[in-house]
């Protein structure tokens, strides 16, 4: 069965920076688009960057454009999103997704907090 399972979130300065990974399982990661998504206190999930299955074109929401990078790795079928210059509006849960078979995947999300 598909499973995302996210790391690498925590508490973090404004101005730092964190990688979070995203370990899939379950499907040939290497012929599937991926995105992350964040959900911050009383607001909607929003995306936040996507890549394409080969890596070679990826999106991203204007708030993360020129900080944020999405990448992946297929021989360690690992999704990354490296934040750099946080911002206290960064701190969401961040979610790792998928579609697969018609349906959406999500991982448990990992925590991000940008606080001085």
């Known amino acids: 069965q598909v499973q995302l399972v996210e790391s690498g979130g925590g508490l973090v300065q404004p101005g730092g920076s964190l990688r979070l990974s995203c370990a899939a399982s379950g499907f040939t990661f290497s012929t599937y688009l991926m995105s992350w998504y964040r959900q911050a206190p009383g607001k909607e999930r929003e995306l936040v960057a996507a890549?394409?299955?080969?890596?070679?074109?990826?999106n991203y929401a204007d708030s993360v454009k020129g900080r944020f990078t999405i990448s992946r790795d297929k021989a360690k079928n690992t999704v990354y999103l490296q934040m750099n210059a946080m911002k206290p509006e960064d701190t969401a849960i961040y979610y790792c997704h998928v579609i697969y078979g018609f349906q959406d995947y999500w991982g448990q999300g990992t925590q991000v907090t940008v606080s001085s």
């Open positions: 890549i394409t299955s080969a890596g070679g074109t990826s």
